[in-house]
């Protein structure tokens, strides 16, 4: 079984930063992909960054300049992957899920989500 852990965050003035960590556990052979979601109240769920295993980074207009998603281990794939956001506003704020897309033992790319953190912008 795969679980998403995600951790860090929180309440934060505007103009703050915030580090949110995502890494998946449980059994699996490796790691694809892992991105992060946001959804703010009475909006749909929207991309924020994801990151492949072959380093492709993709980040959205929204975060674009102010953001950086760190990479997958290759030789962890247990290892957290990071996505600090700068210069936050309050139209950052929204409860961020993390997705893991895993390759697990049959060979077959299975996604999971993390039940999400809270991001609060605020002063």
């Known amino acids: 079984q795969v679980q998403v852990v995600e951790s860090g965050g929180g309440s934060v003035q505007p103009g703050g930063s915030l580090r949110l960590s995502c890494a998946a556990t449980?059994?699996?052979?490796?790691?694809?992909?892992m991105g992060w979601y946001r959804q703010a109240p009475g909006n749909e769920r929207e991309l924020v960054a994801y990151?492949?295993?072959?380093?492709?980074?993709?980040?959205?207009d929204s975060v674009k300049g102010r953001s950086t998603i760190s990479s997958i281990s290759s030789d962890n794939p247990r290892s957290p992957v990071l996505l600090q956001i700068n210069s936050l506003k309050p139209e950052d704020t929204a409860v961020y899920f993390c997705?893991?897309?895993?390759?697990?033992?049959?060979?077959?790319?299975?996604?999971?989500w993390g039940q999400g953190t809270q991001v609060t912008v605020s002063s």
């Open positions: 449980g059994t699996f052979y490796s790691v694809s992909a």
């Open positions: 990151i492949t295993s072959g380093g492709e980074k993709v980040y959205s």
């Open positions: 997705n893991a897309r895993v390759r697990d033992g049959n060979n077959r790319y299975v996604d999971y």
